[in-house]
């Protein structure tokens, strides 16, 4: 997984529980340069900073939703891959997310084969 390793992968997700979670599994794929995220408005901050490969980003936040994280992150740079993830499974959050460029949705809590299938697309060896 030479692709992975240099990977650069940002975590967006209000719990920290979520965001180790995530940590261990893309660890576990060989993944050394990752950032995170506590809110929407941290992470388009530390998007522009970090100009990750991929963006893994909770929907429901404070300070900032991820979908107004992901306007603001996709204005800026369209070319953004920005995976959304979410426990509350609501229609309107996910048409809103894909209207507004999202590349792809992850189900929490995450399930280690459909993330190693989805980081397998955008890297194509994971």
Not at 41 to 47: D, F, G, Q, T
């Amino acid at each position: 997984m030479s692709a992975l390793s240099q990977a650069k992968i940002l975590i967006c997700d209000d719990s920290m529980m979520i965001r180790k979670k995530m940590r261990s599994l893309l660890e576990g794929y060989g993944v050394t340069n990752i950032s995170e995220a506590k809110d929407g408005k941290e992470a388009v901050e530390k998007y522009a900073e970090v100009l990750p490969d991929i963006t893994f980003m909770d929907i429901v936040m404070p300070e900032m939703s991820g979908v107004d994280a992901l306007k603001a992150i996709k204005e800026k740079y369209p070319d953004a891959v920005v995976v959304m993830a979410t426990s509350i499974g609501t229609e309107g959050n996910l048409t809103e997310a894909i209207r507004y460029g999202a590349s792809d949705f992850l189900q929490k809590p995450v399930e280690e084969e459909r993330l190693k299938k989805l980081l397998g697309h955008y890297f194509k060896e994971a």
